[in-house]
């Protein structure tokens, strides 16, 4: 994601205009649109004292990444606008959030947000959730969040979906036992995917007891553009959770 948004909240660019890593699983346009003078001051100057440096040895634990140390440590895989993170960001103070985004005009956007609202309690990575989560130590996160990520909907770009069974099995590596996966999607096909593969693997449980746990948004959720758009337009999400056991 990232599953970041370069013209709506939560989706990544099509293949026409994408940037492939040719050693993950993240796709999506590193630019966009020209930035305004501020937003491109805050790239230049804030980003570098909030990025995420995985050339480096990772910590043991990411929690120390924050000033105070963090409770614990969530991670969200492309926000696109940003408006998700910094919702949660501004309800949790003593929780650290750690967003993913390629897309540098998403970067810009959040910045914008973490400077208006002086929040402190966010870290970035602009580059491939998949290398993040390999550089990060085990056991070390309590959430992921994929919202409404890019769905790849052609077969042959099937492969680029985040969710695959590489990438699940590197998020029960990071994530606590009881930690949870949270996904989001508008496109059936995907949540029918995402379920698949998650529930293949030993070491996530479906949380659903019943069809309005997936049909309806958890509590404290917030509304992306992209999906207030998607429920205009009459495209119903699915909510779907996954809890790390074992």
């Known amino acids: 994601m990232m599953a970041g948004s370069q013209d709506a909240p939560g ?3 099509s293949p026409e205009n994408e940037t492939p890593h040719p050693q993950g699983s993240f796709f999506g346009r590193r630019k966009g649109h020209r930035l305004r003078a501020r937003q ?3 790239v230049e100057h804030l980003l570098p004292r909030l990025v995420l440096d995985i050339a480096t040895q990772s910590p043991p634990d990411l929690a120390g990444l924050f000033d105070p140390p963090a409770d614990e440590v969530r991670l969200e895989i492309g926000f696109g606008g940003g408006e998700h993170l910094i919702a949660e960001a501004r309800a949790f103070p003593n929780t650290g959030f750690i967003g993913c985004e390629p897309y540098v005009n998403g970067m810009a956007k959040i910045l914008t947000q973490i400077e ?3 929040i402190g309690n966010i870290r970035l990575f602009a580059g491939d959730a998949a290398e993040l989560l390999a550089w990060a130590p085990p056991l070390t996160l309590a959430r992921i969040d994929l919202i409404h990520p890019d769905p790849w ?3 042959r770009h099937w492969k680029r979906r ?3 069974d590489s990438t699940v099995t590197a998020m029960a590596r ?3 036992t009881g930690g949870e996966f949270r996904f989001v999607s508008d496109i059936d096909d995907y949540s029918a995917w995402t379920l698949a593969h998650v529930l293949r693997s030993p070491d996530f449980a479906w949380m659903a007891e019943r069809a309005s746990h997936w049909r309806q948004p958890w509590g404290g959720y917030t509304m992306t553009r992209y999906g207030a758009k998607a429920e205009r337009e009459g495209r119903h999400a699915a909510y ?3 809890r790390k056991i074992g």
């Open 11 to 13: 989706r990544h660019a």
């Open 40 to 42: 491109a001051d805050l």
């Open 116 to 118: 208006a609202h002086d």
């Open 153 to 155: 909907p052609k077969r």
């Open 162 to 164: 985040f969710v695959q």
């Open 174 to 176: 990071v994530l606590k």
């Open 240 to 242: 779907l959770r996954f």
